[in-house]
Each structure stands twice: as structure tokens, then as C-alpha cells.
């Protein structure tokens, strides 16, 4: 499946979101079921993507097995301060309850897993 679509989208990124795969298959689930329509990533991951994403960006999103289970598209891209968070992107990621608080908690221990904190 993986290789079809990477035969369909030769140009897309190919990855799964979290950093462990009951969080990748959590969040795949997300994108899915219509719930996760926004991400994001901490600068410095952002900055080490080669080729830089882009508005337009195909994704094929991988679930914790890497197996492919959806294929995303990227259609706006916005640099933002951690603490510029608004409810509205807050609610696009579509994890917990939706709110800037949650999002701030979950993002600073994802940033500081990743040592970009």
C-alpha cells in the first residue's frame, strides 16, 4: 500500500506523527476519522526538512507499524511563537480537549522529547 502510493505521490514526504507507534496509530486515527487537520513541528525540525515542506506538500502518513493509512496535503504554513497559539490552531490538531492549554502541555513535552525545548 506504502508503495502505491508513493508511486502515486513520488514527490510526497513519507512519516508518521509522534515519536513511538501507539501514538503514531493514536494520531493517524486522528487525521482519519477527520478529527487532526493541522500539525505542527518545533522550529528546528522544521528547518532540518530537506526538501523544506511547502504548501501544496503531499504526506503519506504512516501508522505505528509503517504502514501507509492516508495521504495529506499541506495548504497553508504558518511560523509562529509557542506562546502565539490561538484556539482555532489549537483545535485543528484535534488531540485532547481541543484547547490552547492542552495543546501547550502536550507540545512542550513532544519539544522536550525531542530536545527543541
Known amino acids: 500500500m506504502k ?8 514527490q510526497a514526504f513519507c512519516w508518521s506523527f509522534g515519536d513511538s507507534p501507539a501514538l503514531a496509530d493514536e494520531l493517524a486515527a486522528l487525521v482519519v476519522a477527520g478529527k487532526k487537520r493541522g500539525t505542527c513541528s518545533s522550529l528546528v525540525s522544521y528547518q ?3 526538501p523544506p515542506v511547502t504548501p501544496g506538500s503531499y504526506h ?3 501508522n505505528g507499524t509503517g504502514d501507509a493509512v492516508c495521504v495529506i496535503r499541506t495548504l497553508a504554513l504558518r511560523l509562529i511563537r509557542f506562546n502565539e497559539m490561538s484556539a482555532d490552531l489549537a483545535a485543528l490538531e ?12 502536550a507540545r512542550r513535552a513532544w519539544f522536550e522529547r525531542e530536545g527543541n525545548w
Do not use: H, N, R, T
Not at 3 to 10: A, D, G, M, S
Not at 94 to 105: K, M, N, R, T
Open 3 to 10: 508503495l502505491y502510493w508513493q508511486e502515486k505521490y513520488p
Open 94 to 105: 484535534g488531540e485532547g480537549d481541543l484547547s490552547v492549554a492542552f495543546w501547550q502541555g
Open 60 to 62: 503519506i502518513v504512516l
Open 48 to 50: 532540518k526538512e530537506q
